[in-house]
């Protein structure tokens, strides 16, 4: 035990026996052993004084003291100095008292006239080289508790800040401080900058936010990839390397710096300190060095989750986000708005003569054209608006909390720096060209993302119609000429519809069997030929507004719920106002908006009755009954012909003009018969 160690083995001997004190003390130097420094008490106050103070290495231990007896002793010395081993000394030879010692912790259990020297130095070597190996268990059992705590912790993060907050909270509580920090490389600046932090006012956060690389701990721990210590405060620099009357402020005492190393690739540094001094051990070290490799490790996996992240919803050419990205934001700007009551504005906007460029200069010229205009794009906005590649040449700006009138003055400055600007590309002659815009506002002008999109669209498509570098509101297409909203207009109004009808697999050509259930009533009534083709133009449109049903409703397997009612029942006022906004097809908004209103006036939107129901909508309703009943339906079940006009029958006067039920029961029934 002393053979390898100069330093003199510090015992306490705890006896009220005079007699066995110097028993004992006759033993050891019977035992030759010199190195040797032994103390003496006989009450269990003096023993818990003295080890207050520190410096013993083993405690031989009487039962029967003056104040206190028999095994609560032994907790009351443990409860002091667990980490300090205990050897009982008694004079009763019980086996079972000797087996209760060492449940209750005592390393052994001497009996009194039956030890000699030789036994009484071997227990005392064991005794220390036990207690060692348990604290050494023990420690890494509590290294391991930390570590795995930690490792759950982090587990649970998905985003960098997640990572970096968990981290920091879960290692200050595993190591009871109350200061900390973790600083991220920026290889771009050379400079560490704190990405969290606690303990600390935030003025003396804002003047540790950048530390250079070479500065303090930190700057240390970074260059050398190896733990700092700083014991004190003022014989050292503080634990952010900067400004150390800030720091010293707050009473703030330096304990490490720990290099956050994965792949031996540093990624940053986690500072740590309290507000009280505190010296560090070898275990301390060790433990910090897994646990910022731990740290590491997971900051780099969020750091490469966020690219990958990032590159799902960027565009790859000019860095904007993406179209997918773009539906996303858009969906939760028009839920915003519609909550706070707060408008919000959508601009489309395209490159003036943008194929001519790509056509006569090269795609890398179109290529860094494109580039250029992002670039300007994202550097005129505000830091609210957000800006996507729609596709091609064709940008997109979300505006939040921004009425249509402010958008258009933004674009228009927009423009105008554009305009401005050094050209994109040596090849683009004169100036940079203009672009085109059309802006539609949220909730106002439509109230689902299709809707927006399609008006921001036919804004877009006047302004390049009129000789491109302009911007059109949604609202000023009302008062355009006729000839403005021409056939390609009408085409992409017919997308939509189709793209509509398509969503749900089980009405997939529910619009073109209704128009022909239409023509069938139409001729049987002797509707007019120019009445008719009108009213098969809106059967294929009036199921346009259900852009702003979501799938889950359109497609869910059973009845709709009195919520996903609602959403439904406002498909037909949002198709007319769609369809309405292009002025070649207005003679099909009141029939596309009153095909659910009922005869008898329980009907909607507008609970309209009888003939005030437009004739068209009137045929429409019949129609669309008709086909709903005897075409399969997730939450209904097909009926036969028969049974259908049965059930219209039996709502005429209700919800189906009489007339019109009549009139598709005869051309049926007749189709039916045989020859």
């Known amino acids: 035990m002393s053979e390898t160690n100069d330093s003199p083995v510090r015992l306490l001997l705890v006896e009220d026996n005079p007699g066995d004190a110097r028993l004992i003390q006759e033993m050891l130097a019977e035992a030759g052993v010199s190195r040797f420094d032994l103390q003496c008490v006989d009450r269990l106050s003096s023993a818990l004084e003295r080890l207050a103070h520190g410096g013993i290495d083993v405690v031989l231990l009487g039962l029967s003291l003056p104040d206190s007896r028999g095994f609560d002793t032994v907790g009351k010395l443990l409860a002091q100095s667990s980490k300090i081993p205990i050897i009982v000394l008694t004079g009763l030879d019980d086996e079972a008292l000797a087996a209760k010692a060492v449940r209750e912790g005592v390393q052994d259990y001497l009996v009194k006239g039956q030890i000699d020297s030789n036994l009484l130095v071997r227990a005392m070597r064991y005794a220390i080289e036990r207690k060692r190996g348990e604290e050494a268990v023990q420690q890494r059992n509590r290294e391991l508790?930390?570590?795995?705590?930690?490792?759950?912790?982090?587990?649970?993060?998905?985003?960098?800040?997640?990572?970096?907050?968990?981290?920091?909270?879960?290692?200050?509580?595993?190591?009871?401080?109350?200061?900390?920090?973790?600083?991220?490389?920026?290889?771009?600046?050379?400079?560490?900058?704190?990405?969290?932090?606690?303990?600390?006012?935030?003025q003396a956060a804002a003047v540790c936010s950048r530390v250079p690389l070479g500065k303090g701990d930190?700057?240390?721990?970074?260059?050398?990839?190896?733990?700092?210590?700083?014991?004190?405060?003022?014989?050292?620099?503080?634990?952010?390397?900067?400004?150390?009357?800030?720091?010293?402020?707050?009473?703030?005492?330096?304990?490490?710096?720990v290099p956050?190393?994965?792949?031996?690739?540093?990624?940053?540094?986690?500072?740590?300190?309290?507000?009280?001094?505190?010296?560090?051990?070898?275990?301390?070290?060790?433990?910090?060095?897994?646990?910022?490799?731990?740290?590491?490790?997971?900051?780099?996996?969020?750091?490469?989750?966020?690219?990958?992240?990032?590159?799902?919803?960027?565009?790859?050419?000019?860095?904007?986000?993406?179209r997918r990205h773009f539906y996303k934001v858009l969906d939760t700007e028009i839920y915003r708005a519609q909550r706070y009551g707060r408008p919000g504005s959508l601009v489309m906007l395209d490159l003036d003569g943008f194929k001519r460029y790509n056509d006569t200069l090269g795609h890398s010229t179109g290529d860094a054209l494109l580039k250029a205009f992002a670039q300007k794009l994202e550097s005129a906005l505000r830091?609210?608006?957000?800006?996507?590649?729609?596709?091609?040449?064709?940008?997109?700006?979300?505006?939040?909390?921004?009425?249509?009138?402010?958008?258009?003055?933004?674009?228009?400055?927009?423009?105008?720096?554009?305009?401005?600007?050094?050209?994109?590309?040596?090849?683009?002659?004169?100036?940079n060209p203009g672009f085109s815009a059309g802006i539609a506002q949220f909730p106002e002008d439509a109230e689902t993302a299709d809707g927006l999109i399609f008006l921001a669209d036919t804004?877009?498509?006047?302004?390049?119609?009129?000789g491109g570098c302009l911007s059109t509101l949604v609202s000023e297409l009302s008062t355009l000429s006729m000839d403005i909203l021409d056939a390609a207009m009408t085409d992409q109004v017919y997308a939509l519809a189709a793209t509509v009808d398509a969503r749900d697999p089980y009405t997939y050509g529910h619009s073109k069997r209704v128009a022909a259930i239409c023509e069938v009533i139409g001729k049987a009534i002797g509707l007019p030929r120019e009445e008719s083709a009108t009213l098969h133009a809106a059967c294929l449109l009036h199921d346009i507004g259900k852009v702003?049903?979501?799938?889950?409703?359109?497609?869910?397997?059973?009845?709709?719920?009195?919520?996903?009612?609602?959403?439904?029942?406002?498909?037909?006022a949002e198709g007319a106002r769609i369809v309405g906004y292009v002025k070649k097809l207005a003679a099909l908004v009141p029939m596309i908006r009153h095909h659910h209103e009922w005869y008898d006036g329980m009907g909607y939107p507008d609970g309209l009755r009888g003939k005030d129901i437009p004739l068209g909508a009137?045929?429409?309703?019949?129609?669309?009954?008709?086909?709903?009943?005897?075409?399969?339906?997730?939450?209904?079940?097909?009926?036969?012909?028969?049974?259908?006009?049965e059930e219209l029958r039996r709502c005429s006067d209700t919800q189906f003009d009489p007339e019109l039920v009549e009139a598709l029961c005869r051309v049926v029934k007749e189709s039916m018969k045989p020859g």
Not at 459 to 466: F, G, Q
């Open 145 to 202: 508790a930390t570590l795995n705590a930690i490792a759950q912790s982090l587990s649970r993060s998905t985003t960098l800040n997640e990572v970096l907050n968990t981290a920091l909270n879960s290692v200050l509580e595993a190591m009871s401080l109350s200061v900390g920090a973790i600083h991220l490389l920026d290889e771009n600046i050379g400079e560490l900058v704190v990405a969290v932090h606690r303990g600390i006012s935030e």
């Open 383 to 431: 830091k609210a608006d957000m800006a996507f590649r729609y596709g091609g040449d064709e940008f997109a700006i979300i505006l939040p909390v921004t009425p249509a009138y402010n958008a258009k003055k933004i674009v228009d400055r927009l423009r105008s720096k554009w305009l401005q600007a050094p050209r994109a590309h040596p090849h683009i002659p004169d100036t």
């Open 548 to 572: 702003g049903v979501p799938d889950s409703v359109l497609t869910s397997p059973g009845k709709p719920t009195e919520d996903e009612w609602g959403l439904l029942k406002k498909h037909s």
């Open 459 to 466: 804004a877009l498509y006047h302004s390049k119609r009129e």
């Open 218 to 257: 930190v700057g240390k721990a970074i260059r050398t990839g190896t733990i700092v210590w700083s014991a004190n405060l003022a014989e050292n620099c503080p634990i952010f390397a900067v400004n150390r009357a800030a720091l010293e402020s707050e009473n703030i005492h330096c304990l490490a710096s």
């Open 260 to 322: 956050l190393k994965s792949k031996d690739r540093v990624l940053g540094v986690l500072s740590l300190g309290a507000h009280t001094p505190r010296e560090s051990a070898e275990q301390d070290i060790q433990l910090l060095g897994t646990i910022g490799n731990q740290i590491a490790v997971a900051i780099e996996n969020a750091q490469l989750l966020e690219k990958t992240r990032q590159l799902s919803i960027a565009d790859e050419l000019t860095g904007l986000y993406n």
């Open 618 to 645: 009137r045929i429409m309703s019949v129609a669309d009954a008709y086909d709903t009943m005897t075409t399969k339906r997730q939450y209904r079940n097909v009926v036969s012909p028969e049974e259908a006009l």
